[in-house]
């Protein structure tokens, strides 16, 4: 026990002790501190003790001093304790730092699982989007370009040509007599048959060459880097193939098909004579009316012949 005017000089305050007792003097109700000594953490802490009247009782000297003392203190000291806490100290620390870890990790693998949803997330949408894309630009029965694509990569394998100097081709094919295959045997079988020549077409052509379905029977194929003559061997191989095609149908009857086919084609030297990269499918469909005229089941080549024989 200390106070700012003891009895006894032995319990004189120190510098803390002064400073509580002051506080206390001011309204505090208590003072603690931690303070470092000797390499070691103490807990101080201290309480007022008021005057009480009861205790005057057993302390006539100090009643006679409250009765000069102008002041009239009524808090005549504190308590003062002071205890070792360093492995409080320390436990208290290592448990800190082992809170902090904790967090730290379930931070980091919190933040993992998001990455990984976000990660997983981003390949789905990119998967959507790209089925999607190619959704927009296939033909559903065949699985074919659709006629929108082809013309879009028209124009730019035509422009392409036109800046490398290289030559390019078209043919144009249709299926003979197809109607009928509709009505003899219904639409089901008809899409068979569309099935089939759309995968016959693209097992013979190269992958740079570009395959669309143009438009009920009819498929039109771009042959970038060809020239008709070239363009000529590939419709002429992809006709031969489907007369060799037997279609199924009921009681193990099989429905045999050919097909007619234009080939149209343009000369490195002759593409800057033409504006419009339309024009090659128009002269693949003008061979192919001849083709037709012809007989069917055979390809021809688009000369100024063939279009004055379709005027």
Not at 2 to 28: C, H, I, M
Not at 165 to 179: A, E, G, H, Y
Request: charged content about 30%.
């Amino acid at each position: 026990m200390t106070s700012l005017n003891p009895v006894n000089p032995s319990n004189n305050p120190d510098e803390f002790e002064k400073r509580a007792l002051n506080l206390f003097e001011q309204g505090d109700k208590e003072v603690w501190i931690k303070e470092k000594n000797d390499g070691k953490i103490y807990f101080r802490y201290m309480a007022p003790v008021f005057r009480e009247e009861s205790c005057l009782v057993c302390h006539e000297e100090q009643q006679q001093r409250d009765k000069t003392d102008k002041e009239k203190r009524f808090i005549r000291g504190g308590i003062s304790v002071k205890f070792d806490i360093s492995r409080i100290e320390k436990s208290l620390k290592i448990h800190a730092q082992l809170i902090l870890f904790l967090g730290i990790l379930s931070t980091s693998l919190f933040l993992g699982i998001i990455y990984l949803f976000t990660v997983k997330l981003m390949k789905e949408l990119s998967k959507s989007h790209q089925k999607i894309q190619q959704m927009a630009i296939t033909d559903e029965l065949t699985k074919l370009y659709n006629r929108r694509y082809f013309y879009s990569k028209l124009t730019e394998e035509f422009e392409k040509a036109k800046r490398y100097k290289r030559d390019i081709s078209c043919i144009m094919i249709d299926i003979d007599f197809f109607k009928k295959v509709n009505d003899n045997y219904g639409h089901h079988v008809g899409d068979d048959v569309l099935r089939n020549i759309a995968d016959t077409i693209k097992s013979t052509c190269r992958s740079v060459d570009t395959i669309a379905r143009y438009g009920g029977e009819e498929i039109v194929v771009l042959l970038p880097e060809t020239n008709k003559e070239k363009a000529f061997l590939v419709a002429e191989k992809i006709r031969k193939v489907v007369e060799k095609i037997e279609i199924p149908y009921d009681k193990g009857d099989n429905i045999q098909i050919t097909i007619s086919s234009g080939v149209s084609g343009l000369l490195s030297d002759d593409l800057e004579k033409v504006t419009d990269s339309n024009q090659l499918v128009k002269d693949a469909d003008i061979a192919l009316y001849q083709a037709k005229t012809n007989g069917r089941n055979r390809v021809e080549i688009y000369t100024e012949q063939s279009l004055s024989l379709s005027v």
